[in-house]
């Protein structure tokens, strides 16, 4: 187990941004976790966890308390069963499960970060979230000082949401379990349109893992969205606002606003979601509201290549973030009378 003092934590986010931890442990076994968030709670000193970095966005002064970043390993793939270690890389773990021909993450190809975080956040896109794929989640119980096993109906999964997120400061993720398709080397059907069109293809269909694994890295390159430390759009913590979720008085207000702003011709993009609630697509409102890729004439600017990454250009701080992403929240508020919720995890600051 490593450990240093005052030690820089920007290095090990995506942003690239944040002061120094006056403590930093790197843990390499569920152990030395369990034992590091133990001796922390013990003494009542802040604890923060680091996992992969991809959603953290952390204050320009840094972090007063216990730094702890979890590095364990561990991969085990059986009959379809997949268990990865928290500290896995989230993206090389998927291309292994493509290479094994099984079904079920392959459009979750490319997401950075550590598999750690997937339940928490119950990471998705391309139409997969990990919810459909987890079977339980093995976590330490800070509350009773117990390591427990959540089955995934305990698990509390909704969009970008789940039981761990809810409780940020009980729960630490050590092991995730996945159950896998093996569907002859083919996908699971696609969900989504976007990926079927790119690969000629009809959304149901299944396509050749491979194939949906590289169209997925393809797309997500072309918005910026796979880390590239020669591209300063991949500098982000990926999507920084979810996409907001309206209940029907809501999006009717919603789109009378759209109609007063755009015409009457508009419609914006409407997903159901569930108990008569729509989601719409926060990049939509961000572009509609005026502010389109590049936006910003600072250090922190609206990436390039996706209205929906806020990047650092080089020279940015964390302030300097928080600035531009007040900007859009207030603009597409006063645009469309939405108010975007941020997806990264802020330490110390605050939006």
């Given at each position: 187990?490593?450990?240093?003092?005052?030690?820089?934590?920007?290095?090990?986010?995506?942003?690239?941004?944040?002061?120094?931890?006056?403590?930093?442990?790197?843990?390499?076994?569920?152990?030395?976790?369990?034992a590091t968030v133990r001796e922390a709670d013990a003494a009542g000193t802040p604890l923060?966890?680091?996992?992969?970095?991809?959603?953290?966005?952390?204050?320009?002064?840094?972090?007063?308390?216990?730094?702890?970043?979890?590095?364990?390993?561990?991969?085990?793939?059986?009959?379809?069963?997949?268990?990865?270690?928290?500290?896995?890389?989230?993206?090389?773990?998927?291309?292994?499960?493509?290479?094994?021909?099984?079904a079920g993450v392959e459009c979750l190809s490319g997401i950075p970060g550590s598999a750690?975080?997937?339940?928490?956040?119950?990471?998705?896109?391309?139409?997969?979230?990990?919810?459909?794929?987890?079977?339980?989640?093995?976590?330490?119980?800070?509350?009773?000082?117990?390591?427990?096993?959540?089955?995934?109906?305990?698990?509390?999964?909704?969009?970008?949401?789940?039981?761990?997120?809810?409780?940020?400061?009980?729960?630490?993720?050590?092991?995730?379990?996945?159950?896998?398709?093996?569907?002859?080397?083919?996908?699971?059907?696609?969900?989504?349109?976007?990926?079927?069109?790119?690969?000629?293809?009809?959304?149901?269909?299944?396509?050749?893992?491979?194939?949906?694994?590289?169209?997925?890295?393809?797309?997500?390159?072309?918005?910026?969205?796979?880390?590239?430390?020669?591209?300063?759009?991949?500098?982000?913590?990926?999507?920084?606002?979810?996409?907001?979720?309206?209940?029907?008085?809501?999006?009717?207000?919603?789109?009378?606003?759209?109609?007063?702003?755009?015409?009457?011709?508009?419609?914006?993009?409407?997903?159901?979601?569930?108990?008569?609630?729509?989601?719409?697509?926060?990049?939509?409102?961000?572009?509609?509201?005026?502010?389109?890729?590049?936006?910003?004439?600072?250090?922190?600017?609206?990436?390039?290549?996706?209205?929906?990454?806020?990047?650092?250009?080089?020279?940015?701080?964390?302030?300097?973030?928080?600035?531009?992403?007040?900007?859009?929240?207030?603009?597409?508020?006063?645009?469309?009378?939405?108010?975007?919720?941020?997806?990264?995890?802020?330490?110390?600051?605050?939006?």
């Amino acid at each position: 187990m490593l450990e240093l003092h005052d030690a820089p934590l920007a290095p090990l986010t995506t942003f690239r941004l944040g002061g120094p931890a006056t403590r930093l442990v790197t843990a390499t076994t569920d152990d030395e976790v369990i034992a590091t968030v133990r001796e922390a709670d013990a003494a009542g000193t802040p604890l923060l966890l680091i996992g992969g970095g991809s959603n953290l966005v952390i204050g320009d002064k840094g972090f007063d308390g216990t730094a702890l970043r979890i590095a364990t390993a561990g991969f085990r793939l059986e009959d379809g069963e997949l268990e990865l270690a928290a500290g896995e890389v989230w993206t090389d773990a998927v291309a292994r499960t493509v290479e094994a021909g099984l079904a079920g993450v392959e459009c979750l190809s490319g997401i950075p970060g550590s598999a750690g975080a997937t339940p928490i956040q119950n990471v998705g896109a391309y139409g997969q979230e990990v919810s459909s794929t987890i079977t339980e989640v093995v976590a330490y119980d800070r509350r009773t000082g117990e390591t427990v096993t959540v089955p995934n109906a305990d698990c509390g999964f909704t969009y970008r949401h789940s039981r761990f997120k809810a409780a940020p400061d009980r729960y630490v993720v050590l092991r995730v379990r996945f159950r896998l398709e093996d569907a002859g080397g083919l996908s699971a059907p696609l969900r989504y349109a976007e990926t079927a069109r790119a690969l000629g293809a009809e959304v149901g269909d299944r396509v050749p893992l491979a194939a949906a694994r590289e169209t997925v890295l393809k797309l997500r390159a072309g918005k910026g969205m796979v880390l590239d430390p020669d591209d300063h759009d991949t500098w982000s913590a990926g999507s920084f606002f979810t996409n907001p979720i309206l209940s029907a008085a809501e999006y009717e207000t919603f789109l009378g606003r759209v109609r007063d702003r755009l015409g009457e011709d508009v419609t914006p993009p409407a997903y159901p979601a569930g108990d008569g609630h729509t989601k719409t697509s926060a990049a939509w409102l961000i572009d509609r509201a005026g502010f389109t890729k590049g936006y910003g004439s600072g250090p922190a600017r609206i990436s390039t290549k996706h209205t929906l990454a806020l990047t650092n250009r080089g020279e940015a701080t964390t302030e300097d973030l928080l600035a531009l992403a007040r900007e859009v929240v207030a603009g597409v508020r006063d645009a469309f009378g939405v108010t975007l919720v941020n997806e990264p995890v802020t330490v110390g600051v605050g939006l």
